[in-house]
């Protein structure tokens, strides 16, 4: 009597949206890290295991906010929200590694020991799967914030365009000047100190505001892009419904 509702339940999740999406991720990581170890193992050498240090910073702030999304929408409260304040800086802070791996593509050059081919499917792959994980976790993050405050919907936009506006800077910071995520807690006033150098000297650093205006609308396209995809259901429009017109 009791392995019905059970058996139902398991069918449920496994044949869910959210559960087919985190399955592709899953998948799509698997594919590039096999790339990785392949072009390894054919080279002899190591010289792009770095794509594999960039993809687990890449996966940290997704993970981040799918935890976010499932206690948000499991307990939205109050405490709830209290008790994910860490998640939220971890989130935010290690955010622009995942659209980070789009900038890879400058190792891309002809080399002797690999084809050329496989090296732009490789760091192809690399690019999608941060552009997928770090759109997902930006609407994770949205979903998250309108579950725990329902009554104030508009801080979910304002904080995706702040976050957008923040990793489009940060992508600036690591791939121009070196800076990592992790400096902002090692070495925080030497980040803080060329950040404000750049904010406030905005004609001797205009390669700095060409960059992150054209990553941040790229970015802001993209996720509109991926949030109306998203609110498509899965199965398409119902019957009952009809269907406009192109």
Known sequence: MTVAPVR?????????????????????????????????HHTGHQSFRFLLWNLFLAVLPFGATVVL????????????????????????????????????????????????????????????????????????????????APSRRWLAPMLIALAITAGAFGIFLGRFHRWNSWDLATRPFAVLADSLAILTAPTHHRTAWFVTVSLGAFLSIAYCQFRALASVPADGPSRKEPVASA
């Open 8 to 40: 139902n339940a398991l069918a449920a999740l496994v044949f869910a949206p959210r559960t087919r999406w985190l399955l592709w991720v899953s998948a799509s990581l698997a594919f590039t890290v096999a790339l990785v170890f392949a072009r390894i």
């Open 69 to 148: 999304r499932a206690a948000s929408e499991r307990r939205p409260s109050r405490l709830t929200a209290v008790a994910l304040i860490p998640l939220w800086g971890l989130w935010f802070v290690f955010w622009p590694n995942a659209p980070y791996l789009v900038t890879d593509f400058v190792h891309f050059a002809p080399r002797s020991d690999v084809p050329q081919w496989f090296d732009l499917l490789l760091l192809l792959s690399c690019a999608h799967n941060g552009l997928m994980l770090g759109l997902g976790s930006l609407y994770d993050a949205e979903r998250s914030l309108v579950a725990l």
